[in-house]
């Protein structure tokens, strides 16, 4: 029920009226209209940087690949279960939906997104009680720009990287993806160039799931998820990727710095 | 050509009582001939998006006995149409070639001002790719520095490449042009100019002088192109932006000393575990002097930061 319910709505999220409804002023549009489909009319509370807070910077300096860290307080680490982050204004408004297992405690988690123009982004969280927490960020992408967002910089593609923190609690893990959007037209044949891109990342020790996300577009070229917890993350952590519309899959371990593997 | 002429001063004549040059058909962009036959209009100090940011690149023009190669053309039609005044104004002989440096707006958009039957564009073999995946972008957020109604069609792209790598020599009448190719760098198509005759080398965006270096292609690419340039003897250099100058290696020494302070201190962040954001806040190298500095650095540590974490 409920994985159909996302299949629904990431369907709608990468649908071309979006793109539409992006091109008004800032508005909350986006969110307006996703809020009943992912939440219906529960309450949904908005205050108290303690508790939560979403950080991005106000003026971004690279639009194709903006910093958003959602930060948790001492209440609510460990008792969130999903994590959505939504960018307003995007062509493709729902960036990721994140699951969080109970054996991870979590603190904090940084995506690096595409930012399309000026827009707020939002990040809600729900707790094991059925609260709901959102916070959200303005982000201006706009002026200084010289470019496009490259195409991609090469590597071998689902190449996986990882870079922990000296303590083992923080954990940047990379792909290397174009993630590419879909919305452009290949100007040698007319044809829309279609979307390339990771649709699910999956994070998990023993065979056990401890995180997962169902991802799209909006994620940068490059797809980079960090995570910041509480204590020292458990190891061997094994990251799978998974690559639409081709369903190759793409998998790497970290070891932990003990086992000094990078 | 002379009506363009007295045109100008006709407008300068009655000055601020019939408005700017402007009015007139066409206006030409001030330029200096920095050599012999040579010709460069220097560029403003200014924003990617403030007013008059059509006008920031230095471009110009090279005269030979039997044509004119244009290198870069500013970053609006009417920048172009002005820079094809000047060169009307300086010579009689047809423009044949005009070279591209690389794909940014602010050397490429006037473009459209030079199209004609016998005008080939030339630039990086990967330049088209660069144009292709940059056109869309450039209507949507430089419509205005197009000719209204703005089209794809007026983004022109080479006729003619030079292979990554390697050169390709134009001749403009006793006087060869050599143009290289250059692996990423600046940008993933950079292309330079030596003018033989005169002992000049047009560098594009691999020198900038005065303003902060912008990062577009690859930080190590950028520096190990720079470790080429350094040793490359020159009479005189026309840089991407900033002032003309007679020391190649000297008017290189300040941005290679940025380059070199940005590769280590975002190596450095990214083996302590910082994220992007932590590196963009924290990463400052001394910066006394260099112009647009909040702007440009910021995204040039972000850049080089998704360059160096897969390292």
Not at chain 1, 48 to 74: E, I, K, N, W, Y
Not at chain 2, 266 to 278: F, S
Request: net charge negative; hydrophobic share 40%; with cysteine.
């Amino acid at each position: 029920m409920r994985s159909g319910t996302r299949a629904v709505l990431f369907l709608l999220s990468v649908s071309p009226s979006w793109a539409i409804a992006a091109t008004d002023a800032p508005t909350n549009g986006a969110w307006q209209a996703l809020r009943p489909q992912l939440y219906g009319t529960r309450d949904i509370s908005e205050s108290g940087d303690q508790l939560m807070s979403v950080d991005a910077p106000a003026s971004t300096p690279d639009p194709s690949a903006t910093p958003v860290a959602v930060h948790f307080g001492r209440e609510l680490v460990g008792r969130v279960h999903e994590v959505r982050v939504i960018i307003d204004n995007n062509p493709s408004p729902l960036v990721a939906t994140m699951d969080l297992r109970p054996g991870l405690a979590v603190d904090e988690i940084d995506l690096r997104v595409r930012i399309d123009r000026f827009t707020s982004v939002r990040a809600i969280a729900e707790t094991d009680s059925g609260r709901l927490e959102m916070r959200s960020a303005w982000v201006n992408a706009s002026g200084g720009c010289s470019t496009p967002p490259s195409a991609a910089q090469g590597g071998v593609l689902g190449q996986i990287r990882f870079h922990p923190s000296s303590d083992d609690r923080a954990l940047q893990i990379s792909i290397r993806h174009p993630n590419n959007s879909g919305f452009q037209v290949d100007p040698r044949t007319g044809d829309m160039i279609p979307p390339h891109f990771i649709s699910h990342i999956r994070l998990s020790v023993g065979g056990q799931t401890l995180f997962e996300a169902e991802t799209g577009i909006s994620l940068s070229e490059n797809p980079s998820l960090r995570i910041v917890a509480r204590e020292p993350l458990p190891a061997p952590l094994t990251v799978e990727a998974l690559d639409v519309p081709t369903q190759s899959r793409f998998a790497a371990t970290w070891q932990g710095q003990a086992a000094g593997t990078h | 050509m002379k009506w363009r002429a007295a045109c100008g001063a006709f407008a300068a004549l009655l000055g601020f009582a019939l408005g700017p040059a402007a009015r007139c058909a066409t206006f030409s962009l001030p330029v200096e001939e920095v050599a012999r036959g040579l010709f460069v209009h220097v560029g403003q100090p200014l924003a990617l998006d403030a007013p008059g940011h059509d006008d920031i690149a230095n471009i110009g023009f090279i005269v030979g006995t039997r044509c004119v190669a244009v290198i870069d053309t500013g970053g609006s039609v009417r920048i172009g149409r002005a820079l094809r005044s000047a060169v009307a104004e300086h010579t009689r002989l047809p423009v044949c070639y005009v070279i591209n440096t690389h794909v940014h707006v602010d050397h490429l958009l006037g473009n459209a001002a030079f199209t004609g039957a016998h005008v080939q564009f030339v630039g990086h073999a990967l330049l088209g790719d660069a144009l292709s995946r940059s056109r869309e972008f450039f209507l949507n957020n430089y419509a205005g520095d197009l000719e209204a109604p703005a089209t794809a069609a007026q983004i022109v792209g080479p006729d003619r490449s030079v292979p990554q790598g390697g050169e390709l020599e134009l001749d403009l009448g006793a006087r060869p042009l050599r143009l290289h190719a250059w692996p990423k760098a600046h940008s993933d198509c950079d292309l330079t100019v030596y003018d033989a005759a005169t002992g000049t080398l047009w560098s594009g965006d691999l020198l900038f002088v005065q303003r902060t270096p912008a990062l577009d292609g690859s930080l190590t690419g950028w520096l190990a192109a720079i470790d080429t340039l350094t040793a490359i003897s020159v009479k005189r250099v026309i840089p991407g932006h900033g002032a003309v100058s007679n020391d190649l290696r000297a008017a290189l020494a300040p941005e290679r000393q940025y380059l070199q302070s940005l590769l280590a201190d975002v190596r450095a962040a990214i083996a302590q575990g910082k994220p992007l954001q932590d590196a963009v806040r924290d990463v400052s190298p001394a910066h006394s002097g260099w112009l647009l500095w909040d702007t440009t650095h910021p995204r040039n540590v972000a850049r080089a930061y998704q360059e160096l974490e897969w390292e």
